[in-house]
């Protein structure tokens, strides 16, 4: 008996997919191809983002080391319509620090992988040079290491598509990336800059936010807005987890700001946030330190 061996064409694969989603016991995950436009489109209205992404030997931009850079640029329209992106940025840089065991296994990112491999400031920066607006997803993270490895960074104005887009409002739980991406509907290679870029734009183009709204339109919006940074000085040190779990970060004041915790709000939440500090952590009526924060200063120890 012959027996066909050969491997369903995408044609027969996206059918076979397409018959289990029609039953309501199936939930299919594709990989993610992203949308790379053949040329820059040019015209009114429209404009270049940039999303990065960094690999680094730690958690802390004043002495751990960025190991791998990558950066998408994408356009869309002001209105917040995603059209595609354009080719990636995508270097390797040995560091003058020891990876530390658990990155590599993260990221694949060997001592041997990373040797001899040498990352131009310049070149990050010529790269950069005609985004309108920087994206990471977890900015408060990547801005301070590539504003320390490239200055160019410093003045550009900055959003984070964890942080400024209200992702429960379409049905998602949680804000990690690659979770994000499963209940989106695709799966992709996490841990490696460009292909997490990749993933995070094609999320900014979900558009199952109220009045169908996409991702975009509500991070630009939310870009847009000056926000308020607030301090929890001389909050009791045993509701530090409190403070932590509601998204505040900890600055340890060698920078010459506060030794304190800290958050940062838009300014319809303003409001409401002063009043979970004097209810829940100082428990008494207390002036609150607030700050403005401009695009241009956000993720920054800046304020």
């Not at 802390?60 to 960025?66: G, M, S």
């Not at 869309?76 to 995603?82: M, S």
């Not at 900055?158 to 499963?182: N, T, V, Y």
Request: aromatic share 10%; charged share 25%; glycine share 8%.
């Amino acid at each position: 008996m012959l027996v066909d061996n050969s491997l369903p064409s995408d044609r027969a694969l996206e059918a076979l997919a397409n018959r289990l989603e029609a039953s309501e016991d199936y939930r299919v995950l594709r990989r993610l191809h992203p949308s790379v436009l053949g040329h820059k489109p040019e015209g009114r209205g429209l404009r270049t983002g940039l999303f990065v992404d960094l690999e680094t030997t730690g958690l802390d931009p004043r002495q751990d080391e960025i190991i791998e850079i990558g950066m998408v640029p994408f356009i869309y329209r002001i209105d917040g319509l995603l059209l595609g992106t354009l080719p990636a940025f995508s270097r390797l840089r040995e560091p003058s620090i020891p990876v530390p065991a658990f990155v590599q296994d993260l990221t694949g990112l060997t001592p041997e992988r990373l040797a001899g491999h040498t990352i131009s400031p310049d070149e990050v920066a010529a790269f950069a040079s005609d985004a309108s607006l920087v994206i990471a997803h977890n900015a408060a993270f990547d801005r301070p290491f590539l504003e320390r490895f490239c200055p160019a960074f410093v003045n550009k104005p900055w959003a984070c598509s964890m942080e400024d887009i209200p992702w429960d409002q379409a049905g998602f739980e949680g804000r990690k990336l690659g979770h994000l991406g499963l209940q989106a509907g695709f799966f992709f290679d996490g841990h490696r800059a460009v292909d997490d870029c990749q993933a995070a734009i094609a999320l900014l183009g979900h558009t199952g936010f109220p009045e169908n709204r996409s991702a975009l339109s509500l991070l630009l919006e939310r870009a847009r807005t000056v926000w308020t940074r607030l301090w929890a000085e001389y909050a009791p040190f045993e509701l530090k987890d409190t403070l932590k779990a509601r998204g505040y970060r900890w600055n340890d004041g060698s920078d010459g700001r506060p030794k304190a915790w800290f958050i940062d709000r838009p300014p319809e939440e303003v409001e409401e946030e002063v009043r979970f500090l004097r209810s829940d952590i100082y428990q008494r009526d207390v002036d609150i330190p607030i700050r403005p924060v401009e695009a241009g200063d956000r993720f920054t120890n800046r304020v």
